[in-house]
């Protein structure tokens, strides 16, 4: 009989972790709200250190940190796979903090930045104007980037590749 086939994992340095997250458009974000915990995907780019992201109105994570100055605690993961033993994986931890519209009292240039950044990650995205994401922008401070592979093979984040 032989002996089983160990597919190990390997950490990623923070320059591939963060070329995954830049590769990436879709990824988790995990967040705590009154007492219960969810995860939900975003469309997000990755920019200055920081993820930008966008959702529809109403969605509970968007109003994380509203009228907080310290933001919201928040987990973000994103994930590369090739197949089920050549794959990347991300996890942020950072706070989250909402791009308030300007006519809210936000800084006007953050949140023509935090458009343009959105628009561009995502240009068919069924963005009219401004106003039509005026409470769905937010922005997660990098704190933390962890990343870790399945080490069957190169792919994309792999070196060399």
Known sequence: ????????????????AEAVLAR???GRIAYARRGRL???????????????ARTSYGRAWAALGEGDAHGSPVVFEV???DDGFRWRSVVVRGTLYPVEHPGD????????????LVRAADPRGGV????ALRTSLVRIEVREA???EGAAGAG???PGA
């Open 1 to 16: 009989m032989s002996a089983p086939v160990v597919h190990p994992f390997q950490p990623l340095e923070r320059a591939r």
């Open 24 to 26: 990436n458009h879709v």
């Open 38 to 52: 969810d995860v939900e995907p975003v469309l997000y780019t990755l920019a200055d250190g920081w993820l930008w």
């Open 79 to 81: 994930d590369e796979v």
């Open 105 to 116: 009292g936000g800084d006007p240039a953050m949140w023509v930045h935090a458009v343009e």
């Open 128 to 131: 009219q104007s401004p106003s």
């Open 146 to 148: 962890e990343g870790r």
């Open 156 to 158: 994309p984040g792999a």
